[in-house]
Every structure is written in C-alpha cells, then in structure tokens.
C-alpha cells in the first residue's frame, strides 16, 4: 500500500499563485512516478501536468506557462505543482497520481491521495 498525501490547496484570486504538495510514502516501496491531475464539478479528472517516459514533464494544453511540475531535489517522493496566473476556470480538486517504479519503468497501478481544493475567484 502506497499513501498519497496532497497539501497546499486554498482559495485566491485570479491573477493569484498557488503551490501544491504531494507526498507519497510506504513501508515497502521507496520511488514513485508522480504526476498531478484534477477534477472540476460535472467534469472528468484530467491530466494538469505528468512526467512523460523520458521524464520530461508535459501540461495540458489550458495550463502550459503558468504551471510547473517539479520534484524535490533531496527528496525524490515528493512533488510539487506551481501554480500562477491562476484562473477561474482552474477551480478544481487537484489530485496527486503515484505509481511505484519499476524496471522499465512505472506500475500500472495508481494510487490516489485525497485531493486538495484550489478555489480561484474572478
């Protein structure tokens, strides 16, 4: 079993700057591939910013310049998601993906935190 532990939501204003936390952790595995999705009311999660198989990170398309997927440089488990000129639009449950390394590259499973809420008012 993998925990995911996301932090650093809240509510700003649009034009404002948020920055997300996830950290995943287990008595057994110690690497994870790590990525960032959300989930707004009435619409399906999507992808907001993942590592693709080379690592090199990909956004969608209504976030790229403006976010920045990141992970800390001692500790490797966690991850950080940096938001600016946020928008309205970017109103969401933002959730944090884990998935424990492997040779040749990620699990297919996918553990999920419990989300944190980024509210951005107009």
């Known amino acids: 079993q993998v925990t995911v532990v996301e932090s650093g939501g809240g509510s700003v204003q649009a034009g404002g700057s948020l920055r997300l936390s996830c950290e995943a952790s287990?008595?057994?595995?110690?690497?994870?591939?790590m990525d960032w999705f959300r989930q707004a009311p009435g619409k399906e999660r999507e992808g907001v910013a993942v590592?693709?198989?080379?690592?090199?990170?990909?956004y969608a398309d209504s976030v790229k310049g403006r976010f920045t997927i990141s992970k800390d440089t001692a500790n490797k488990n966690t991850l950080y998601l940096q938001m600016n000129s946020l928008k309205s639009e970017d109103t969401a449950m933002y959730y944090c993906?884990?998935?424990?390394?492997?040779?040749?590259?990620?699990?297919?499973?996918?553990?999920w935190g419990q989300g944190t809420q980024v509210t951005v008012s107009s």
């Open positions: 993906a884990a998935r424990v390394v492997v040779a040749g590259g990620c699990a297919d499973n996918i553990y």
């Open positions: 287990s008595w057994y595995y110690t690497t994870y591939c």
């Open positions: 590592f693709d198989n080379d690592g090199r990170p990909r």
